[in-house]
């Protein structure tokens, strides 16, 4: 099935260029998640779906009853030539609260969960350094440490959500887009730790 993005228009489900790296958000209400991804220059595409969980072939209606334990995910599809991997989180640290646990301000439960899916080991080193960097600052600004679920995405499936949630917030320009975030940067990673 094929499915066009309709702000980069490249398909969401790929195939996408050679060389094209794949990683996974969870940052709470995955429309307003997928349209501050889709802006980053260098992404390729992006999708929304369930990731996490134990169901097989969650819907949202499913999700939303919490039972699943599958957490609403923005695929990003992206050409490391042309956004680093502390870009793009840079936009998933700043853009949600990694400290609510299963929550994001008023969203509460499983669904709205922080986390990240690497595909590679060098997401891998990203992710874990920039969490430890990102926590220690909102430690000593006196937030609760990151709760963020850190998984290689070869542990779950990826299910792609209904089509009316693919890029919502284009097919309805005054949705729902809200994020909790803490106001505080990720600071600068100079070097990663093997």
Not at 54 to 76: F, K, Q, R
Not at 80 to 91: A, T
Not at 98 to 118: C, K, L
Not at 155 to 167: D, G, I, L, N
Request: a negative charge; one cysteine or more; hydrophobic letters at 30%.
């Amino acid at each position: 099935m094929t499915e066009t993005h309709l702000v980069l228009n490249t398909d969401i489900r790929g195939p996408w260029p050679t060389g094209t790296e794949v990683i996974y958000f969870g940052m709470g209400c995955f429309w307003g998640a997928e349209k501050k991804l889709w802006k980053i220059p260098g992404v390729v595409s992006t999708a929304v779906g369930y990731m996490g969980g134990t169901a097989n072939d969650p819907t949202y209606p499913m999700v939303c009853t919490g039972t699943t334990g599958h957490s609403e995910i923005v695929l990003v599809a992206y050409d490391p030539s042309q956004v680093s991997m502390y870009e793009l989180l840079k936009c998933f640290w700043e853009n949600h609260d990694p400290t609510q646990g299963n929550r994001q301000g008023n969203d509460i439960g499983t669904q709205y969960r922080s986390a990240v899916y690497w595909t590679t080991p060098e997401q891998e080193n990203w992710v874990k350094e920039s969490r430890n960097a990102y926590n220690n600052v909102l430690v000593g600004k006196g937030f609760d440490p990151i709760t963020t679920e850190l998984a290689p995405a070869s542990e779950f499936k990826f299910w792609y959500a209904e089509e009316y949630h693919q890029q919502y917030l284009i097919k309805n320009p005054n949705g729902y887009d809200c994020h909790a975030h803490t106001g505080i940067l990720l600071p600068e990673i100079a070097t990663l730790s093997n």
